[in-house]
């Protein structure tokens, strides 16, 4: 027979945990506590074979009692039933001595499996937090490869090109003093005029050689006038 001492500072808890533990064949419930020192008092006068200990209690919370009930009563283990299941709060209770570790939507089988267990000298931890424990012993994974620094550019303080090519700058004549020209042709300087288009033979002459005349062709009635000073 297993002898039993409930430490829970809800009321409505520790009655049903204490009715329940109750109808388990090879359980015996020896008294129940509401906090962390009526549990001390109890297990000194009752001397049971495990504590089902509580972590959040008034006065003195189930880590500290868990502490001081295996350092004055090595016999005595005991299994923490809790709603937090935190990585703080389970290595408290280990790291104080508690041999078990469960949460409260545990089964009564769970829970009489671990009183049972722990009386052999096992441990009994929930699965979920069995887990996390594994994790947190697990060796880190190697590390990283490092990444490189970004690399700048020096600053520069050249001014900032352009997708447009600058135009060379327009050079100019010393001695010219023409204004800058513009997009219609220059007009040339000199005023000489074109040659004159030379007039039309009359009909049956023939043009004098090379053909064009020198010079601008006498009329009918100047070929008379030089004809008769010729012959004259």
């Known amino acids: 027979m297993i002898r039993v001492v409930v430490a829970d500072d809800q009321a409505v808890v520790r ?79 280990l790291r104080a001595g508690a041999r078990g570790f469960l949460t409260k939507d545990a089964e009564a089988d769970d829970i009489a499996k671990a009183l049972a267990t722990v ?3 096992d441990a009994q931890l929930d699965p979920t937090v069995q887990r996390r424990l594994l994790d947190s ?10 990444v490189p620094p970004a690399t700048t550019t020096p600053f520069s ?29 220059a007009v040339p300087s000199s005023t000489t005029a074109p040659p004159a288009e030379p007039l039309p033979s009359p009909p049956g002459e023939a043009p004098p050689p090379g053909g064009t005349a020198s010079a601008a062709p006498l009329s009918r009635t100047g070929l008379g006038v030089a004809a008769a000073a010729a012959f004259g």
């Open 15 to 93: 009655e049903g945990l204490v009715l329940l533990l109750g109808l388990l064949p090879g359980i015996d419930v020896v008294g129940s506590a509401g906090d962390g020192e009526a549990a001390l008092r109890l297990v000194e006068t009752e001397r049971p074979d495990v504590v089902l200990m509580d972590l959040r209690m008034p006065r003195m919370d189930g880590v500290e009692a868990t502490r001081r009930v295996r350092a004055a009563h090595p016999g005595t283990q005991v299994v923490v039933l809790t709603t937090y299941s935190d990585d703080e709060s389970v290595f408290a209770a």
């Open 157 to 185: 303080t050249s001014p900032p090109t352009t997708d447009r090519l600058a135009a060379p700058p327009a050079t100019t004549s010393p001695s010219s003093t023409s204004p800058p020209t513009t997009g219609r042709p």
């Open 119 to 121: 009386m052999r000298g």
């Open 137 to 146: 012993m697990s060796p880190p994974g190697p590390p990283s490869p490092a």
